[in-house]
């Protein structure tokens, strides 16, 4: 009897290996540190990221499937996994003083951080359902410990006996969906699912369209579309802030590649079915995120249903179902990763020790009392609200510019319209840092160096992205081109 032996393609999962051996680094320097000192495991961490970057470089234009067609190595993937490891360095920055002033220095929280990077790029790169459950599943349970990762508060244990409770049942949807899509066509592989349907001559076998429902529940709760988005504001107010701030980035960058992947794709010759439901959801999300937004008193509640409502604009450019409606929403996560993750960057550096300065009227003031800092926040609330010339306009633009010249002309119209309503409470915070009176001394901030290298960058990412758009759209097209 011959052994055959697989061949294996360690160079397609370089950048996931780097990651991985990073992460387990980490956790072996910090049992060297000492106690409240795991500065040195952060900078390992962002040394991996780093060279995990440089290797994604290496691997762009050179398309290619690895491991038996469980893995694809595309721009496509490559573009995600590039905005997925800027969030997870920025994190990285931003909790260092952070996780000090909590008491809660741990190394094992940068561990975390990368092991759900990891996740993340399997998910990107999957090119089977297996393949991308396993992600979203290595994804999710390090998320489920950062959003707890505050022990002594009842809040962030709250949060993350919430996540993953819900998590558990989203997870469950994208198994039986899976388990139906296999029912259906035979397999799990992308391009095997799409060959079958292509060949199909009755779309409407039930359990087919029951997989196709079930994914569609399982991506939506990680997405947090309405109306599976209930968690998202008590676990983005009950998390450390800079994990939420992780969260709604990278989760988000992960789930859409792979719902882009699977229905984009695997699942193309269904689209006139999820078209439909998408639009609905995309009206809903969209609206509910902006008009729920309106009342929110705390800025971490008002910025998780900012998140809400961002998921569904995304959505606008799966339902316009052509290259620069996909181009567009990779343009976007890069534009939206910047933006956000900045505006927590600000939340974290003003607020106080036990998640304090969170109520938007502790604002008041605060543009005068730091000048700088509320120029910064100013910024990355006018990009979320659309206004130019900041990156989260020319989102905002190239994503309906794709469904108008797809025909969905409402659609656009009416996210146009919720893009207007949304410049309501961004600026109603702007209000409170330039034209109230401080509520009370605000105290000093404590600018550390690795919180202002973040800031900058979010900043500068902010502004080049709207200022000068085409270079990172051209890398977006380039990335939807030949997407496998």
Same mark, same amino acid.
Request: proline share 3%; hydrophobic share 55%.
């Given at each position: 009897m011959?052994?055959?032996?697989?061949k294996i393609?360690?160079l397609?999962?370089?950048?996931? $290996?780097?990651?991985s051996i990073t992460?387990m680094l980490?956790l072996?320097?910090?049992?060297?540190?000492?106690?409240g000192?795991k500065d040195p495991?952060?900078?390992v961490g962002?040394l991996?990221?780093?060279?995990?970057l440089?290797?994604?470089?290496l691997?762009?234009?050179?398309p290619?499937y690895a491991f038996?067609?469980?893995?694809?190595?595309?721009?496509f993937?490559i573009f995600?996994n590039?905005?997925?490891?800027?969030?997870?360095?920025?994190?990285i920055?931003m909790?260092?003083?952070y996780?000090?002033?909590e008491g809660m220095?741990?190394?094992?929280?940068?561990?975390l $951080?990368?092991?759900?990077?990891?996740?993340?790029m399997f998910?990107t790169?999957?090119?089977?359902l297996?393949?991308?459950?396993?992600?979203?599943e290595t994804m999710?349970?390090s998320?489920?410990?950062?959003a707890?990762f505050?022990?002594?508060s009842?809040?962030?244990?709250?949060?993350?006996?919430?996540?993953?409770?819900l998590?558990?049942?989203?997870s469950?949807?994208?198994l039986?969906?899976i388990a139906f899509?296999?029912?259906?066509?035979?397999?799990?592989d992308?391009k095997?699912i799409?060959e079958?349907l292509?060949r199909a001559t009755?779309m409407?076998?039930?359990?087919?369209?029951?997989g196709?429902?079930l994914?569609?529940?399982?991506?939506?709760?990680k997405?947090?579309t309405v109306?599976?988005?209930m968690?998202?504001p008590?676990?983005y107010?009950g998390?450390p802030?800079?994990?939420?701030?992780?969260m709604?980035?990278?989760v988000k960058?992960?789930?859409f590649?792979?719902?882009?992947?699977?229905?984009?794709h695997?699942?193309w010759?269904?689209?006139?079915d999820?078209?439909q439901?998408l639009?609905?959801?995309a009206?809903l999300?969209?609206?509910?995120g902006?008009v729920?937004?309106?009342?929110?008193?705390n800025?971490?509640?008002?910025?998780a249903?900012s998140?809400?409502?961002?998921?569904g604009?995304i959505?606008?450019?799966? $339902?316009?179902s052509?290259?620069l409606?996909?181009s567009?929403?990779l343009?976007?996560?890069?534009a939206y990763a910047?933006?956000?993750l900045g505006?927590?960057?600000?939340?974290i550096?003003f607020?106080?020790k036990?998640e304090?300065?969170?109520?938007?009227e502790?604002y008041s003031g605060?543009g005068?009392?730091?000048?700088?800092l509320g120029?910064?926040m100013a910024?990355?609330?006018?990009?979320?609200?659309g206004?130019?010339?900041t990156?989260?306009?020319?989102?905002?633009?190239y994503i309906?510019?794709?469904?108008v010249k797809?025909?969905?002309i409402?659609?656009?119209i009416?996210?146009?319209?919720?893009?207007?309503?949304?410049v309501?409470?961004y600026?109603r915070v702007t209000?409170m840092?330039y034209?109230k009176?401080?509520?009370?001394?605000?105290?000093g901030?404590?600018?550390?160096p690795?919180?202002?290298?973040?800031?900058?960058i979010a900043?500068?990412?902010?502004?080049? $992205?709207g200022?000068?758009?085409s270079p990172?759209?051209?890398?977006a097209?380039?990335s939807?081109?030949?997407?496998m």
């Open positions: 011959d052994l055959v032996i697989p393609d360690a397609s999962l370089c950048p996931e $290996i780097v990651l992460a980490v072996l320097v910090t049992v060297y540190l000492p106690k000192r495991a952060a900078y962002l991996g990221i780093f060279i995990a440089v290797s994604l470089t691997l762009w234009g050179k290619r038996n067609n469980m893995i694809m190595v595309d721009n993937s995600f590039m905005v997925i490891l800027v969030t997870a360095a920025l994190s920055l909790s260092i003083t996780l000090k002033e220095s741990h190394g094992e929280f940068y561990a $951080i990368l092991f759900s990077a990891v996740g993340m998910m790169a999957g090119a089977n297996i393949t991308i459950f396993l992600g979203l999710s349970i998320i489920y410990v950062l707890g505050l022990r002594d009842n809040r962030s244990n709250e949060s993350a006996l919430k996540y993953l409770l998590g558990a049942f989203s469950a949807f994208l039986y969906g899509i296999y029912g259906a066509t035979g397999t799990t992308l095997g799409s079958f292509s009755y409407k076998d039930p359990m087919l369209l029951a196709m429902g994914l569609l529940v399982g991506f939506g709760f997405i947090a109306p599976f988005h968690w998202t008590d676990v107010e998390a802030t800079s994990v939420t701030a992780f709604s980035v990278g960058a992960a789930v590649a792979a719902f882009l992947r699977v229905f984009s695997a699942l010759d269904l689209q006139p999820w078209n439901l639009w609905i959801l009206v999300t969209m609206t509910l902006n729920v937004a309106i009342a929110q008193t800025i971490k509640r008002m910025l249903y998140s809400i409502a961002h998921a604009y959505m606008v450019g799966m $339902i316009a052509n290259e409606g996909t567009s929403i343009f976007y996560m890069l910047f933006t956000n505006a927590f960057g600000v939340v550096l607020g106080r036990g304090g300065n969170l109520d938007i502790d605060m005068f009392k730091y000048p700088v120029l910064l910024v990355f609330l006018f990009s979320l609200a206004i130019p010339p990156a989260g306009f020319v989102g905002k633009f309906f510019g794709a469904a797809a025909g969905y409402w659609l656009a009416i996210g146009v319209m919720n893009s207007l309503v949304s309501y409470y600026l209000v840092m034209m009176d401080p509520v009370e001394d605000l105290e901030l404590h600018w550390s690795s919180m202002i290298v973040a800031l900058i900043v500068a990412g902010t502004l080049l $992205i200022i000068f758009p990172y759209l051209d890398l097209k380039q939807v081109l030949h997407l």
